[in-house]
């Protein structure tokens, strides 16, 4: 793993979606609850910065319309855009440096908070990491469909450029951000489309098939010197993020711990090979649940999770120091109160743990 070096130590951080009003105001949220390691914002209510929009640029086959975000891989204009993305592709490929300016950077006009959050280096002290997310090559695969509502996943043609994409893109992303900081990076995938493994919309799709996608993606983090994530925020198959080369997994542990503790011996394996769980055991999913909760009875919660993993080789002060605290989900879809309740659970939880186990 590429992740030793990193000590995450039960410090917060966020997912990346948030309510706010503008780009700037989301950063002073991110810098208030999660000033260790702070995220750049993303804002779903502007259109291009939605999951399967935010990072598409250059991916050919792509038309977005007022309607809808689809794909065309039949047209004149596919093969066009299909030969100028692969002679950029081994260009950066064989000369890394020129991944600056090349088709794989994120543009401001679907990520502002990116660069934001760059721009911001000189203000900002005392971060130990910074946090950067992509759309996992899954979820952008079976988001998007062509005119007769095909997955992108099972064009061929399609699926290989996408997955070619997101990996330099994720990798044009960390150095993008360790430039400008000089600090680890976490780069989180998000792949919600994961939590619908075995279910019939996905019957014919093989494990080996994901996990060489991902795999890209992570290689293409790791190239560029940063630490890879995967942010699932419901039940997936966990054998495949334990057993990848993944050195972060981000899971919803309010609401599925008791799937994700199946995997008990994986996970300690996980652990012991340097591995990072990034506990999301803030609630977002349900109002009622975030208003209910407190700081003390999140808390209370993580101890009885994390006692299941303790063994004569690990206790909770250990299990802690591989920890990260983070909301279980984006707080994009809340309203901005709510939002806001759920970054100061997560700034309170992580701060009382560390009090009580690392002091």
């Not at 910074?130 to 695969?141: A, E, H, R, W």
């Not at 939590?195 to 994901?210: H, K, M, Q, T």
Request: glycine share 8%.
């Amino acid at each position: 793993m590429n992740n030793k070096r990193f000590e995450p130590n039960g410090l917060p951080t966020l997912i990346g979606s948030l309510p706010a009003e503008n780009h700037q105001q989301a950063l002073d949220w991110i810098v208030d609850s999660t000033p260790d390691i702070p995220v750049w914002p993303q804002l779903p209510a502007i259109p291009q910065e939605r999951m399967l929009n935010q990072f598409n640029e250059g991916i050919p086959g792509i038309i977005e319309t007022a309607e809808d975000t689809h794909f065309d891989c039949s047209s004149e204009r596919f093969h066009e855009e299909q030969l100028a993305f692969y002679e950029e592709y081994l260009k950066v490929s064989e000369d890394p440096e020129t991944l600056p300016g090349s088709i794989f950077q994120t543009s401001p006009e679907r990520a502002y908070g990116l660069h934001l959050l760059a721009a911001s280096a000189k203000q900002l002290k005392g971060q130990i990491a910074i946090k950067g997310q992509i759309t996992g090559p899954f979820t952008m695969l079976t988001g998007i469909t062509d005119e007769a509502k095909r997955l992108g996943y099972y064009e061929p043609l399609f699926r290989e450029v996408v997955v070619k994409g997101l990996a330099l893109k994720a990798a044009w992303q960390v150095r993008f951000l360790k430039e400008a900081y000089g600090l680890p990076v976490l780069l989180f995938i998000d792949e919600p489309a994961m939590a619908g493994l075995g279910s019939s919309s996905f019957i014919s799709i093989s494990v080996e098939d994901i996990s060489r996608d991902l795999a890209e993606v992570v290689n293409g983090i790791h190239t560029a010197g940063g630490l890879a994530g995967v942010h699932v925020c419901a039940n997936t198959d966990w054998h495949i993020l334990l057993s990848s080369e993944i050195d972060i997994i981000n899971f919803d542990a309010y609401s599925f711990f008791d799937k994700f503790i199946t995997c008990r011996e994986e996970i300690l394996a996980f652990l012991g090979r340097g591995g990072i769980i990034a506990w999301g055991i803030i609630p977002t999913l349900e109002p009622e649940n975030i208003l209910q909760e407190t700081a003390d009875s999140l808390i209370a919660l993580w101890e009885k999770q994390a006692a299941l993993l303790v063994s004569d080789k690990k206790g909770l002060s250990s299990i802690l120091s591989r920890t990260i605290i983070t909301p279980s989900c984006g707080t994009g879809s809340l309203t901005p109160d709510l939002a806001k309740s759920v970054l100061l659970l997560t700034r309170e939880v992580s701060a009382g743990l560390r009090k009580k186990y690392l002091a």
